[in-house]
């Protein structure tokens, strides 16, 4: 059984860093893609970023392009999504996903979620 969770979530002033992690467990991810989105209260599930679990090819959503990275730790099996210039917008529960599609931006696609971790932005 797949598990992920995620941790480094927090309060931040608009324009601070944060860094995010998913630990992931229950299965080899030499073959999955492992994404984050976000959901704002009242607002749908969106990409932010993907990564390749192999080969570390990854895709950006244009809203986070220059000032998120998404990395990936195979010998910790955990992914990261550094956040830099974190802006009052960007406040959101932030979900790490799992899935054997490459670089989907949808989110149904997705079998694997993890519990998600709040990240709010302060003007």
């Known amino acids: 059984q797949v598990q992920l969770v995620e941790s480094g979530g927090g309060l931040v002033q608009a324009g601070d860093s944060l860094r995010l992690s998913c630990a992931a467990s229950?299965?080899?991810?030499?073959?999955?893609?492992m994404a984050w989105f976000r959901q704002a209260p009242g607002k749908e599930r969106d990409f932010v970023a993907a990564?390749?679990?192999?080969?570390?090819?990854?895709y950006y959503a244009d809203s986070v392009k220059g000032r998120f990275t998404i990395s990936r730790d195979k010998a910790k099996n955990v992914v990261s999504l550094q956040m830099n210039s974190l802006k009052p917008e960007d406040t959101a529960v932030y979900y790490c996903?799992?899935?054997?599609?490459?670089?989907?931006?949808?989110?149904?696609?997705?079998?694997?979620w993890g519990q998600g971790t709040q990240v709010t932005v302060s003007s």
């Open positions: 996903a799992a899935s054997t599609v490459v670089l989907r931006t949808i989110p149904s696609r997705y079998p694997y």
């Open positions: 990564i390749t679990w192999s080969g570390g090819s990854t």
């Open positions: 229950g299965r080899t991810f030499s073959s999955y893609t």
